[in-house]
């Protein structure tokens, strides 16, 4: 099956990857759907198709079945992506938990109310936790360390059990870190290499939770976006899990150099403790996509990295508003739910 000329739906289209994958599919000459509630989103994500009619914005949250099964009326394809993020289920996991795995859930059950033909899920490398083999295969012992990673695991199973019980065609696809324009810099949401990208253009410090030695399997959104495509695609993926990363760890003390060489930047690195329920080491296996598709994400990082900072520097300046925008361990000032106060009203479990 090609994507072209279908009728596509993306939860959490107007995030970072989901705006990507908007891109993608429009590119292929699709009808795009995009369901998002814009608490990390954004309207800006998706400027570039301002004025382009096969292109409708909806706000909405997937955790609304009613609302959702009308929405996904003569849908043809679901692209599942809306999701809360891992720092936000340092502080609040409850509502992490609502959205990642009961939101899922009736994004599935619409989708089957719906006749949708063809679901993918978007997982995380985040449900493996500190990698126990190295690279990870799809199977291997999961042992996520957050809610976040828990709620994205189930569901995985949940989608999975809709494809088994006959209910509904489902891929699901597992993409590690992914890096490039649009990135989330600012607050809660902020990531590593943004950050370190304004730092750097700044003259102020890398922050580094730890010593640097923690690692990911960084893969440019572009290419995610087009993987997430080609495995809709794919009948022979249906059913299936599939890592969507270069097959490469990089650590994080090594994006701060690198960064620091792209920049011609002359900041230090400013070491703070390791952030709670920090994941040691991320490396996936791109065996399995690479054998169902013929390659597997390749960029290499110092061109996506010169990529990103050549877009951040036109789209986000080091300004003073900015840089106060990314205070660290921005997660620390959300307001706790109140059972992690714990009984003496300190907050609870790691989390000081
Ligand atoms: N960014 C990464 O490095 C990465 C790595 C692995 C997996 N993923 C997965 O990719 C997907 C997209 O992540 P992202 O990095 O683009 O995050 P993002 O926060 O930019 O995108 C998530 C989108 O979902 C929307 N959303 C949140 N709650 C919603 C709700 N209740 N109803 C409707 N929309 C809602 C947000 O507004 C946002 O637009 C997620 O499923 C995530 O688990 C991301």
């Keep these: 099956m090609k994507l072209h ?15 990507h994958l908007v891109d993608r599919l429009l590119a292929a000459g699709n009808l795009v759907l995009v369901v998002d509630d814009f608490s990390t989103g954004s309207l800006d994500n998706l400027a570039q198709h301002q004025g382009d009619e096969r292109l409708r914005v909806e706000r909405g949250d997937i955790r609304d079945l009613a609302q959702l099964t009308k929405l996904f009326q003569g849908v043809d394809h679901v692209f599942h992506l809306a ?48 990698a126990a083999v190295a690279p990870l295969p799809e199977e291997c012992p999961f042992r996520p360390e957050t809610i976040y990673g ?42 590593v290499i943004p950050r370190f990208i304004l730092k750097a253009m700044a003259g102020q410090p890398l922050t580094i939770y730890g010593d640097g030695s923690q690692t990911r399997d960084f893969t440019y959104v572009t290419e995610t976006a087009d993987y997430l495509v080609r495995l809709l695609e794919s009948d022979a993926a249906l059913g299936n899990v599939y890592n969507v990363c270069r097959g490469q760890e990089v650590s994080i003390a090594d994006i701060a150099r690198r960064i620091l060489t792209l920049t011609g930047s002359a900041s230090g690195l400013d070491h ?11 490396w996936g296996d791109a065996t399995r996509i690479a054998a169902l598709l013929g390659s597997a994400p390749s960029l290499g990082i110092d061109e996506g990295l010169a990529r990103t900072v050549a877009w951040f520097t036109a789209h986000v300046p080091p300004t003073p508003e900015n840089l106060a925008r990314m205070t660290a361990s921005a997660w620390e000032n959300l307001e706790p739910e109140p059972w992690l106060l714990g009984p003496a009203g300190t907050t609870t479990g790691g989390q000081s």
Excluded at 83 to 110: D, I, K, M, Y
């Design 150 to 191: 828990a709620s994205k695991l189930a569901g995985e199973y949940y989608a999975l059990a809709f494809h088994r019980a006959g209910w509904l065609p489902v891929v699901v696809a597992r993409p590690h870190n992914n890096y490039g324009p649009r990135e989330h810099w600012a607050g809660i949401c902020g990531e």
């Design 83 to 130: 999701c809360r993020n891992v720092r936000l289920s340092l502080r609040q996991p409850t509502v992490v938990h609502e959205v990642n795995t009961s939101g899922t859930l009736a994004v599935l059950e619409a989708a089957v109310a719906c006749g949708v033909k063809r679901l993918l899920y978007c997982s995380s490398s985040e449900i493996n936790g500190t």
């Design 5 to 19: 000329d279908k009728r596509v739906a993306v939860t959490g289209g107007a995030g970072f990857i989901g705006s």
């Design 272 to 282: 703070l403790p390791q952030r709670p329920s920090d994941v040691l080491r991320l």
